[in-house]
């Protein structure tokens, strides 16, 4: 009976139990609160157009539109129904994947969105790529030498890239390393197709520019989580036993320092899709952000609606990504499934 007892104690499901069950209420919780974000975001979108001064149809068709014409653009778009029901009405069109047509080019807003995804979705990934790069050596490097004057170095250099905003990094980019040494475009987009060459050369600027605040915060973060780990018992038992220092670092340091840097990555993504409009319209980019910026001028609130849902619905995703496989990546994590 024992052996049996012990036998089924074993092989026992390591997807069953209390431990299990906690860690997918947990999932659950956190899957239970970005939707609820969505939902917000969605509320808020709809509601832009009952917020809009005289009547949104008045907004698209202008100031000398007549009552007739507003009347009939109120009716075409349901803006004549009270806001629960355009609510209701919107989220079940949102739901199939239609976010609305422009009234004023005639474009479906979902398929106008997909149209300039690629560009603001290269730019974030760039970005993100290059900020990582930088940041991880960056970190490296003051972690080895904490408290030098390199370390110092580091600091006072990753405190100027937090002071260094996209549309102020734009311009100095332009500047310096467009007209003035020629490395890269002044403005336009290569498309993958035509050549990976010339589409990461008119791609690297703006995604440069959007790098440097991420740059800053993540040597930051890296640099205290690795100075923190250099401290535990087992790497001060790897350097007893005669390792090297780099060795150390990249193999017993860097890996169970880097969660945090994971979790904060994905966060920065989704931000990063949402916040390419300055650097899309500095540097003539047919992305999201110029897409948003025509919108605005031409007062196509429709367009507008599409695109704030549509990147929400994109960060919300992200973070739920990011919060599931963090689960996975890091075991304390799944140790503390109930915090």
Same mark, same amino acid.
């Given at each position: ?10 092989? !026992? ?18 899957? =239970? ?16 157009? /009952? ?26 778009? =349901?803006?004549?129904?009270?806001? $629960? ?51 991880? #050596? ?17 600091? !006072? ?25 020629? $490395?890269?475009?002044? /403005? ?8 990976? =060459? ?12 959007? !790098? ?14 690795? #100075? ?13 036993? =005669? ?14 320092? /880097? ?57 919300? #995703? ?22």
């Amino acid at each position: 009976m024992r052996a049996s007892a012990h036998h089924t104690t074993f092989h !026992a499901p390591l997807w069953k139990g209390p431990k299990a069950n906690a860690m997918v209420l947990t999932l659950s919780k956190r899957a =239970g609160r970005s939707l609820l974000v969505l939902l917000l975001v969605t509320v808020a979108a709809v509601s832009l157009l /009952s917020l809009a001064p005289g009547s949104a149809a008045q907004v698209i068709l202008g100031e000398n539109s007549t009552p007739q014409a507003v009347a009939e653009l109120n009716a075409k778009l =349901g803006l004549d129904q009270p806001l $629960w029901r355009q609510y209701i009405d919107w989220l079940g069109s949102a739901l199939q994947g239609n976010l609305g047509t422009s009234p004023l080019t005639g474009q479906d807003v979902t398929q106008a969105i997909l149209d300039r995804l690629p560009v603001t979705l290269e730019l974030a990934i760039l970005g993100l790529l290059i900020a990582l790069a930088v940041a991880i #050596v960056l970190a490296v490097v003051a972690a080895a030498t904490a408290g030098s004057s390199t370390d110092r170095g580091i600091s !006072a250099v990753t405190s100027v890239f937090l002071a260094i905003p996209a549309f102020i990094a734009g311009p100095v980019l332009i500047y310096f390393l467009a007209l003035k040494l020629g $490395w890269f475009p002044v /403005s336009g987009w290569s498309r993958i197709e035509d050549g990976l =060459g010339d589409n990461l050369r008119s791609a690297f600027l703006p995604a440069l520019a959007i !790098a440097f605040v991420e740059i800053a915060t993540f040597q930051r973060l890296l640099r205290t989580d690795l #100075v923190s780990t250099l401290r535990e018992d087992y790497v001060s038992a790897a350097r007893a036993k =005669g390792m090297s220092r780099t060795y150390v670092m990249f193999r017993h340091a860097l890996r169970p320092s /880097s969660f945090s840097l994971i979790t904060l990555a994905g966060i920065s993504l989704g931000r990063l899709i949402g916040g390419t409009v300055v650097v899309e319209i500095l540097f003539g980019l047919p992305g999201l952000g110029q897409l948003v910026s025509s919108s605005i001028t031409l007062r196509d609130v429709i367009t507008v609606q599409g695109i704030v849902v549509f990147v929400a619905l994109v960060y919300v #995703v992200v973070n739920m990504i990011v919060d599931f496989s963090y689960g996975f990546l890091d075991p304390r994590v799944r140790k503390a499934v109930r915090a």
